[in-house]
Every structure is written in C-alpha cells, then in structure tokens.
C-alpha cells in the first residue's frame, strides 16, 4: 500500500490528462471502499482508534489510515475522524457522509494540482469537464445501497446483467446475453456497478468482463479487454487482484 501522502510510488501529475488519471484512479479506490469492499472498509473504521482518514490512490487502491504527519501537509488529506461517527449513525447515512466528504477530498486534490501547475481558466473547466463526466462517488454509493436494498427483498435470484462468457466460454455482447439472463431468471434484473469506475450498468452495448476471482465486473474499457480479447482468456483476473497477488509475492520474496 503507497504511503499515507499517495505521492511516495508516483510522481505528480504534470498535465490535464494525468490528474484525470490520479482523480479517476482514486475515484475508483473510494468507490470500492464504500461498495464493493463496504464490509472490510466499516471493520477498520474502529472508533476506539484514533482519527482515521480513507485514502484513495491513483493505482485504485484504498487505505484507512492515520493523517500525515507534515505541517501543513504535502497534499489535501481527507477528513479526519471519519471512524468516530461510525456507531453513532445509521450506517448508511455515515457512508454517504463519508461519500459525500471523499468528493470534496477528490476535488481539492485535482485542483491542488491544478493550482500547482498554474492551469489557466479554459484548462481547469476541460479538468472539471472531465472529472463531471464520472459519477461522483456519493451517487456511486448511493445507486449501490439501493441496489442491495433492493435485491434483499428478492431471494434466491443470482441474475446478473452484464454478462462476460457463456458457459462453454464464447463470449458474447451484454445485449445478446441480457435475452438468455431474462430466460433463466424473470424475478430480478441486479444492476451491477464496474468495479473500476463505480459506474452502473446502462448500455446493453457495452462490453463487460467478470473477474473470476473478486466476482466483479468490469467495463471492457476500464480493464483494457476487448470481446475478442476475451475469447482467449479462460480465467480472467482483473488489475485489482493481479496487483494484490503482486504485493502477497514481494511481501514473501522480499522483492519490490
């Protein structure tokens, strides 16, 4: 995991496209944390620990940790104490709180590096344009829990939208595989969220991919993998678990 600053594994954004790239990178991190990986986020949120800041990290990551320590510090850090409200809330009113102050922490973050490279007026609204075009992680979240809300009043249902293969490995368009998914199960259509960008399922045209280790679904261009790409893969992993494996190896080997 990069250190607390988020800066110690890769150098500052330089240009409009690389702080994109670092806020889309984070987005993804924070969307996870708050989704997907809600269960593990709300254990280390311990409010008999300090005060605790989540940390999204270009590379898609997250971390739960203490503040940095420099004052003022290196970069915008999130807010801190979000552990203590955690038992004092509803739950899901203290993750959208959280949501809600991780968007200002994204922000703050794009524009610290939007200021650091003394971005004139027209480039700072083609970055916001950019960042807009996202989701913001509240409605990430929000869209999530409502999804859940709704799939636990509807049991033994295992459908799901975006389909990447059929069992004997072909791979198909999500259109195609929507009218087999309507055959197999009429009771629940699950709208599934990318585990990249935290973006709901919409287009029955786009390409999407299942990881065969995390179960979470990908849009093809978020994970770089094509239809045809994917005919030839008989286990995907997705970055996210290749990069965990990575960091299980060098932890044993010693080797970075």
């Known amino acids: ?13 330089t ?3 690389e702080i994109f790239r670092d806020y889309k990178g984070r ?18 949120c311990d409010p008999d620990k300090d005060n605790l800041c989540l940390y999204g990290y270009p590379n898609g990551s997250w971390e739960v940790t203490l503040p940095t ?39 703050s973050m794009a524009f610290f590096y939007a200021s650091w490279l003394s971005l004139n007026a027209a480039d700072r609204d083609r970055l916001f344009t ?4 996202l989701p ?18 509807v049991s033994g249902s295992k459908s799901r939208i975006p389909l990447k293969r059929s069992r ?26 990318c585990g990249s960008c935290g973006e709901a399922y919409y287009n029955g045209d786009e390409f999407w991919i299942a990881c065969d280790f995390c179960q979470l ?15 030839k893969i008989d286990t995907y992993k997705c970055p996210f678990c290749t990069q965990k494996r990575t960091k299980q190896y060098s932890a044993v080997t010693g080797w970075i």
């Open 1 to 13: 995991m990069e250190a607390a600053s988020g800066s110690s594994s890769s150098r500052n954004p």
């Open 15 to 17: 240009t409009i496209e």
């Open 27 to 44: 987005h993804a991190g924070l969307v996870r944390a708050l989704t997907h990986d809600v269960d593990t986020f709300f254990a280390h």
């Open 69 to 107: 320590e420099n004052v003022p510090s290196d970069i915008p850090d999130p807010p801190l104490g979000i552990n203590f409200a955690r038992d004092d809330m509803d739950r899901k009113d203290w993750l959208f709180a959280v949501a809600i102050h991780s968007d200002s922490w994204l922000i």
């Open 130 to 133: 950019l960042i807009n075009d």
């Open 136 to 153: 913001t992680v509240y409605e990430a979240v929000r869209e999530w829990l409502a999804v859940q809300d709704k799939s636990s009043e």
């Open 168 to 193: 004997d490995g072909q791979s198909k368009s999500t259109s195609n595989m929507l009218e087999e998914s309507d055959a197999e199960n009429e009771e629940e259509h699950k709208v599934t969220l």
């Open 217 to 231: 679904w990908y849009h093809g261009k978020c994970v770089s993998v094509t239809p045809t790409m994917a005919e």
